[in-house]
């Protein structure tokens, strides 16, 4: 996934029309059962690579909101698949879109360790 979304959200959904790879949902619309906040679908997040800040949290207003999660590839596949906390779509033909089918980009500058930690994208890159 790269970034995800914690408790703190506000539900203003300022983070998903920024979103270039239309990776953020409202709660209404999280493939979780009862979710409360704003998701991020991990098969689909890019983590903005192409950009200086991920669009989601340079937008957000919520201090701490977005965090730095695992990156989406096959190494970190029991992070993503056969976890509560994240619902993986599946593809008609490809079948589940996980790490090791889908893998997606993300920013190698960033350690392992803070991403384990949930470190918070703003405050890593001076956004407040």
């Known amino acids: 996934m790269a970034v995800r979304i914690t408790e703190s959200c506000t539900n203003c959904d300022a983070c998903i029309d920024e ?6 949902v409202s709660a209404s619309d999280s493939p979780l059962s009862r979710a409360e906040y704003t998701y991020v679908k991990p098969e ?4 903005c690579v192409d950009a200086a800040v991920p669009k989601c949290a340079d937008v957000c207003p919520t201090e701490g909101c977005i965090v730095w999660d695992l990156p989406y590839v096959a190494e970190h ?4 698949v056969g976890n509560d906390a994240y619902v993986i779509r599946v593809h008609k ?6 790490p090791s089918v889908s ?3 993300w920013r190698e500058t960033i350690g392992l360790a803070q991403r384990q930690s949930g470190v918070s994208v703003g405050e890593m890159l001076k956004l407040y």
């Open 19 to 24: 979103c270039p790879a239309s990776a953020i």
């Open 44 to 47: 689909k997040c890019i983590e």
């Open 77 to 80: 596949e029991d992070h993503f």
């Open 93 to 98: 033909k490809l079948g589940l879109m996980s």
């Open 103 to 105: 893998p997606q980009p």
